[in-house]
């Protein structure tokens, strides 16, 4: 069974850092590009950060350029999300995607509030 399942996200204030973890099972990880995607409240899925079986190529959406970094363990079966600089506009689910095979994660919820 296809699993992926996102933790690390919880209430943080404007400024503040948060890493969200993706660990997967189920399926030959390293064969997998990965992205991760989110959802604000109200609004449609964004496209957040992608990166290659490798590791080798990553891309990021100009929202979070520069403050986001996106990261992967072939060996732990693992993406990452480290977050710096959170802004109050990037409240929202984070949710892992794996492209071979198309499945998702639950979410896990990221509040930047003071």
């Known amino acids: 069974e296809v699993q992926l399942v996102e933790s690390g996200g919880g209430l943080v204030q404007p400024g503040g850092s948060l890493r969200l973890p993706c660990v997967v099972s189920?399926?030959?990880?390293?064969?997998?590009?990965m992205t991760w995607v989110r959802q604000a409240p109200g609004k449609g899925l964004e496209w957040v950060s992608t990166?290659?079986?490798?590791?080798?190529?990553?891309t990021y959406a100009d929202s979070v350029k520069g403050r986001f970094t996106i990261s992967r363990d072939n060996a732990k079966n693992t993406v990452y999300l480290q977050m710096n600089s959170l802004k109050p506009e990037d409240t929202a689910v984070y949710y892992c995607?794996?492209?071979?095979?198309?499945?998702w994660g639950q979410g896990t919820q990221v509040t930047v509030s003071s």
């Open positions: 189920g399926f030959t990880f390293s064969s997998s590009g």
């Open positions: 995607h794996s492209r071979s095979p198309p499945s």
């Open positions: 990166i290659s079986t490798s590791g080798s190529r990553t």
